[in-house]
């Protein structure tokens, strides 16, 4: 299976966006490329144990995106590459920062939420600061 989906049930974000914004990022970290099957929607039911009717709300979106098809009685594909994707070594690259930063928050006493806002901040402040 490509894609291994996962819902939190405590994030305040709807279970289907969940799964939509899940695809997003696969396909834009490259980790999903066009003809891609998606898992059927009774897979992906079972596997995060929601309701079908959430994983087909979150299909119907990820079509409306322009980010899957469904291809009826052969499932749901991706239709869409990522523009430049990253090579696999920089993301592991990356992916060490990063988990060497969380190591630093937590020994500074941040939670995952916390760190969550640290990093959404600092996002936005050197986004802002690009953009002038």
Same mark, same amino acid.
């Given at each position: 299976?490509?894609? #291994?989906?996962?819902?939190?049930?405590?994030?305040?974000?709807?279970?289907?966006? *969940?799964?939509? #914004?899940?695809?997003?990022?696969?396909?834009?970290?490259?980790?999903?490329?066009? @003809?891609?099957?998606?898992?059927?929607?009774? !897979?992906?039911?079972?596997?995060?144990?929601?309701?079908?009717?959430?994983?087909?709300?979150?299909? =119907? !979106? %990820? +079509?409306?995106?322009?980010?899957? *098809?469904?291809?009826?009685? =052969?499932?749901?594909?991706?239709?869409? !590459?990522?523009?430049?994707?990253?090579? +696999?070594?920089?993301?592991? +690259? %990356?992916? *060490?920062?990063?988990? @060497?930063?969380?190591?630093?928050?937590?020994?500074? @006493?941040?939670?995952? !939420?916390?760190?969550? @806002?640290?990093?959404?901040?600092?996002?936005?402040?050197?986004?802002? =600061?690009?953009? +002038?």
């Amino acid at each position: 299976m490509l894609i #291994h989906f996962t819902v939190s049930p405590s994030s305040g974000v709807p279970p289907y966006l *969940q799964l939509v #914004h899940q695809v997003e990022q696969a396909v834009r970290l490259g980790h999903l490329t066009r @003809g891609d099957r998606l898992p059927t929607v009774k !897979e992906v039911a079972r596997m995060v144990a929601v309701n079908p009717n959430t994983v087909l709300k979150a299909y =119907r !979106e %990820l +079509e409306h995106k322009g980010l899957a *098809q469904g291809r009826p009685g =052969r499932g749901t594909f991706v239709a869409a !590459e990522a523009a430049d994707p990253i090579p +696999e070594a920089r993301l592991r +690259e %990356l992916q *060490q920062l990063l988990a @060497g930063w969380v190591h630093s928050a937590r020994a500074a @006493g941040l939670d995952s !939420e916390g760190m969550t @806002g640290l990093f959404t901040a600092a996002l936005h402040d050197t986004t802002s =600061r690009e953009a +002038e």
